[in-house]
């Protein structure tokens, strides 16, 4: 069963709230193996907080850094340097789906020669992208598409978040990739409805995936 990774077109688009749906409707695993950035609680402290079902284990990060910046500069500010054979070395060992929570989108430098992208090929993940609709989205959307698309790499499709224009048939149709499901937006995120929007796309993933 390949790992799904959730990437996004940037940083603050919904890749954390998206991880939890998805592996609420599955009743997956949940793995960020970094995390830059957690004067708040870390991304795995709130999913763990916002899963209901008993199947799901949030797995520790492999790297886990104070300052809350590109993991390229969070690393050597604590003297580490990312590795992404070291992350791929301590994948969590489960049977269940395993979803992959991303740093920022594709391009995100690790150190000074890897990038997220080339995390996702040597996980061999299936990849969903988050997509926020807000003013530019298009083009971040279409930047990430093309670049997957160059890559050769396994998209799933996409999940949109808010709806300012309702940007989603445009993406999905000038991209390529399908659209799995669209997240308005929430004036309260909890459990209840995490678990509401696990249950709405949960046919759909399952169908892609």
């Known amino acids: 069963m390949k790992p799904i990774f ?9 890749k954390t709230l998206v991880s939890a749906i ?4 599955l009743q997956a695993d949940y793995w960020k193996p970094i995390q830059a950035g957690f004067e708040k609680g870390t991304d795995s402290q709130w999913i763990e907080n916002m899963i209901s079902n008993k199947m799901s284990v949030v797995h520790p990060e ?3 850094f104070k300052m809350a910046a590109s993991p390229h500069i969070a690393g050597p500010e604590e003297h580490i340097e990312i590795k992404v054979n070291h992350i791929i070395n301590h ?3 489960t049977k269940k789906q ?3 929570e991303g740093a920022g989108g594709l391009l995100v430098p690790l150190n000074k020669k890897e990038f997220v992208i080339q995390l996702i090929k040597k996980l061999k993940a299936r990849v969903i992208i988050v997509s926020k609709n807000e003013l530019g989205s298009i083009n971040h ?3 990430t598409a093309a670049v997957l698309k160059k890559e050769r790499m396994n998209v799933a499709g996409w999940i949109f978040t808010e ?3 309702h940007y989603e048939n445009e993406i999905e149709q000038w991209s390529g990739y399908p659209a799995i499901a669209s997240v308005k937006h929430l004036n309260i995120i909890s459990k209840e409805t995490i678990k509401n929007e696990a249950r709405k796309m949960k046919r759909n993933l399952e169908k892609l995936l």
């Open 62 to 64: 492999v790297y886990k």
């Open 22 to 25: 998805v592996a609420e409707a």
């Open 141 to 143: 959307s279409l930047l």
């Open 98 to 100: 395993l979803i992959i």
């Open 163 to 165: 709806e300012y224009l």
């Open 6 to 14: 959730i990437t996004g077109t940037g940083t603050g688009v919904g």
């Open 91 to 93: 994948v969590p060992r």
